[in-house]
């Protein structure tokens, strides 16, 4: 079955840190742009991270630089992404995606093209990260 899958949300109080992993089934994420998501009840869903497939290039959404950092591990088929100092305003749930033919910018900036009718290849289903004291 071919399918992402993220794990590693929980529950964390501020200043926390929470690393969690989208990890691949059924096809090897290599060949594939990789971005983060996460949505909040009530807002829309915002690109917090992408990377690409190619030479590794990022993005971060500004309001997670400096705190958050995305990575690949091609041999575990899994990418993550590592959270540090974690904000009330990060509790959402957040969601990996894959597509082979996107840019980084085009994922993250733009939410996949979304608006032009574009279906990104793979979505997982969530997990959900509550930071709260």
């Known amino acids: 079955q071919l399918q992402l899958v993220e794990s590693g949300g929980g529950l964390v109080q501020p200043g926390g840190s929470l690393r969690l992993s989208c990890a691949a089934s059924?096809?090897?994420?290599?060949?594939?742009?990789i971005g983060w998501f996460r949505q909040a009840p009530g807002k829309e869903r915002e690109g917090v991270s992408c990377?690409?497939?190619?030479?590794?290039?990022?993005y971060y959404a500004d309001s997670v630089k400096g705190r958050f950092t995305i990575s690949r591990d091609n041999a575990k088929n899994t990418v993550y992404l590592q959270m540090n100092s974690l904000k009330p305003e990060d509790a959402a749930v957040y969601y990996c995606a894959a597509d082979r033919f996107i840019t980084v910018e085009a994922m993250c900036v733009r939410d996949g093209l979304s608006n032009l009718g574009y279906g990104l290849d793979y979505w997982g289903k969530g997990t959900l990260v509550t930071v709260s004291s």
């Open positions: 059924g096809f090897t994420l290599d060949a594939y742009v």
């Open positions: 990377i690409s497939s190619s030479d590794g290039s990022t």
